[in-house]
């Protein structure tokens, strides 16, 4: 008896922790290794970054044109929320620069088509979260600012009134609960369907193990993204032609922390 439940235990399978656990030194070397790619690959990445600021400009300045400022804010709020299937390409290009491949826009920009089906189903879920965000903030904006300003000034006049208070706090707690579970599903996803060629599924459940298994160092690189982002904002929209790479090629060091490799 003694003999078959030895035989048994060695032959089952011995089950590998997917994730690691990781340090609050090693977050903060995430950054640093995101500058030296950066840094690395200035010419693409800062073009990369320069792309999505303009698109920015332009949906901002149509916003303010057309009379919905109370807009924008929602639409910075929701960047953050589809901001890591945008950063794709930075995650493939330090990919490329860990195995010292050439730097070339062509596969750099198609780097989803080996895994099309799964980056088109995470491209749905990610446009999910902005229309959901959209259209909360949306309800909250007509709920808590019934006189609805209608440009910058008015918006700022009544901020500090009851209603605009009501309109902050009820964004806050709303847009924190649907960015914390973005978050929490998104922390290692795209560069692991990126590497593993994996679905979105089976990356947002690494995702979920690693922030479940580093609550402390997860919560430090939540506020780092936001400070980096936050950083950009505040230098005007041209502070995020920096900033996003930086933080798009973080997030892919990021990824191989917290990510056992698979056995080759």
Known sequence: M?????????????????????????????VAAGWRDMRA???????????FVAAGLLLT???????????????????????PLLALGLYEISRRLERGEPLEWRPILLCWRPNRFHMMT????????????????????AVCLPNQPTDWRSLLDVLPTLDGIAFIVTSTIFGGALATLAFATNVVTLPAMLDRRTDFFAGA??????????????LLWAALLAGITGLGLALGLVGLVIALPVAGHASWHAYRDLVVPELS
């Open 2 to 30: 003694a003999v078959t439940d030895t035989a048994s235990s060695q032959a089952a399978p011995v089950r590998q922790e997917k994730v690691r656990a990781v340090t609050m030194a090693q977050v903060l070397g995430w």
């Open 61 to 83: 300045g149509g916003l303010a044109l057309a009379g919905m400022e109370y807009l924008i804010t929602p639409l910075v709020e929701g960047f953050m929320l589809v901001a």
């Open 41 to 51: 690959a200035a010419r693409l990445s800062l073009l990369y970054g320069a792309t």
């Open 122 to 141: 995470a491209g749905l879920i990610y446009m999910l979260y902005l229309m959901i965000w959209a259209r909360l903030a949306v309800i909250i904006f």
């Open 205 to 218: 459940a690494l995702s979920v193990m690693a922030v479940a298994r580093n609550p402390g160092p997860m």
